[in-house]
């Protein structure tokens, strides 16, 4: 049973910073690509980030290159989505999910997924 549960989301004024977890159990996360997914009322689920497990590549939507970084930590069985720059365009409930080894944008394609945290950015 894989299991995914976000945290760290909460309400930061644009420009500010935030640092979402994304704590994994029931399978190694070694061999699992993990991707981060954000979706507002009334709009597709959107692929925000991904970190494969293959070869170690990094995956960014045009929109947040630049501001996010996605990271891991195997160890701890812990993925982590820093957030910088934030602007009010951000503000959504964002999911991690996983997957077999290779990376994703499409929330299509990832078969276990976290209870999402939300993020509001507002002044």
């Known amino acids: 049973q894989l299991q995914l549960v976000e945290s760290g989301g909460g309400l930061v004024q644009p420009g500010g910073s935030l640092r979402l977890s994304c704590a994994t159990s029931?399978?190694?996360?070694?061999?699992?690509?993990i991707g981060w997914f954000r979706q507002v009322p009334g709009k597709e689920r959107e692929g925000v980030s991904c970190s494969s497990s293959s070869n170690g590549r990094l995956y960014y939507a045009d929109s947040v290159k630049g501001r996010f970084i996605i990271s891991r930590d195997n160890a701890k069985s812990t993925v982590y989505l820093q957030m910088n720059s934030l602007k009010s365009e951000d503000t959504a409930v964002y999911y991690c999910?996983?997957?077999?080894?290779?990376?994703?944008?499409?929330?299509?394609?990832?078969?276990?997924w976290g209870q999402g945290t939300q993020v509001t950015v507002s002044s």
């Open positions: 029931g399978f190694t996360l070694d061999d699992y690509a």
């Open positions: 999910a996983a997957r077999p080894v290779f990376c994703s944008l499409r929330a299509s394609t990832f078969g276990s």
